[in-house]
């Protein structure tokens, strides 16, 4: 691997065998110049892009924010991929370097972001949120920076994402805000509002996650036999009537259609909270 462009002392643009390739290794640059040759063992990451604006945006990444926040970004994205057995797409290397960068301009500006889905995250990616965690403690060691809990919660969503790759129904953000809706409406239903961060409230967002999981094939894991849906519709139909109503604002703002058995599970998830609360069992 010969060097055509050092990025900064971690990076540099190689060509290896006639292909283009941006290669990332502790101090591989350290007293290095253009046309020098790379040694391997010193090689931790290669990154060969497809997309061409992808590709230039990380060199110009790369080149231009300091090293030691992207040092700390491919600490948490080395340790999420340990932790998850997983190996990422390429593509989280720049979208968390960006937000991070981002994320410690605001916060030193003193500029604060509320994360109006950290309940849901902390509830539906246990896992990401333990990663986002660490990460909080990785920045502080780091760059002697605390960032609030509500950062620590986006970078489970952009750990999520790269894990799931967003999935068949678009986005970790998006599937979050689906089911915060989703709850809302249940509350709105039964006239209950739930405490945030209680055991009622993370077995309804849990429940409300199984409703609407799929397999690989866009086909629901956790469909109700036909005939329960038709006794469930008798047997619930004012609190199915108030699903139909909450399906349709789902529909109509994220273009999402439930189906009948989707609609029951919801009726039933709106009548097992009303039964709780009129037994003095539910807050």
């Known amino acids: 691997m010969k060097i055509k462009k050092i ?4 990076a540099v643009v190689v060509n290896d065998h006639g292909e283009e390739k941006i290669v990332m290794g502790s101090g591989i640059a350290f007293q290095k110049r253009k046309n020098d040759i790379i040694d391997p063992s010193l090689v931790e990451k290669v990154f060969i892009m497809d997309d061409p604006d992808q590709y230039g945006h990380l060199q110009e990444m790369l080149g231009t924010l300091p090293e030691e926040e992207i040092a700390a970004s491919e600490q948490i994205i080395s340790y999420a991929e340990h932790e998850l057995e997983v190996t990422f797409n390429k593509h ?81 953000a998006e599937m979050a805000a689906m089911i915060r809706d989703l709850a809302e409406g249940v509350e709105q239903a039964t006239g209950i509002v739930l405490e945030r961060g209680s055991a009622n409230y993370e077995r309804l967002v849990t429940q ?12 629901l894991l956790s469909e109700l036999n036909p005939e329960i849906v038709r006794i469930a519709k008798e047997r619930y139909t004012r609190a199915y009537v108030q699903a139909i109503e909450i399906s349709g604002l789902v529909e109509e703002d994220y273009g999402y259609v439930l189906s009948d ?19 003095g069992n539910i807050s």
């Open 208 to 219: 409300l996650e199984n409703i609407l999981r799929t397999d690989e094939n866009g086909k």
């Open 261 to 279: 058995s989707q609609r029951v599970s919801i009726a039933m998830e709106i009548n097992r909270i009303n039964t709780r609360s009129t037994n």
């Open 92 to 172: 989280i290397h720049i979208a968390l370097t960006d937000h991070l960068s981002f994320a410690l301009e605001r916060i030193r500006k003193g500029t604060m972001i509320q994360n109006t889905l950290l309940d849901e995250i902390r509830i539906l990616y246990p896992r990401e949120f333990q990663i986002g965690l660490h990460a909080k403690d990785i920045i502080r060691g780091a760059l002697q920076v605390d960032i609030p809990v509500d950062e620590v919660g986006y970078i489970a969503m952009h750990i999520h994402t790269a894990w799931k790759n967003a999935g068949v129904r678009g986005t970790a």
């Open 7 to 10: 990025l900064n002392n971690n």
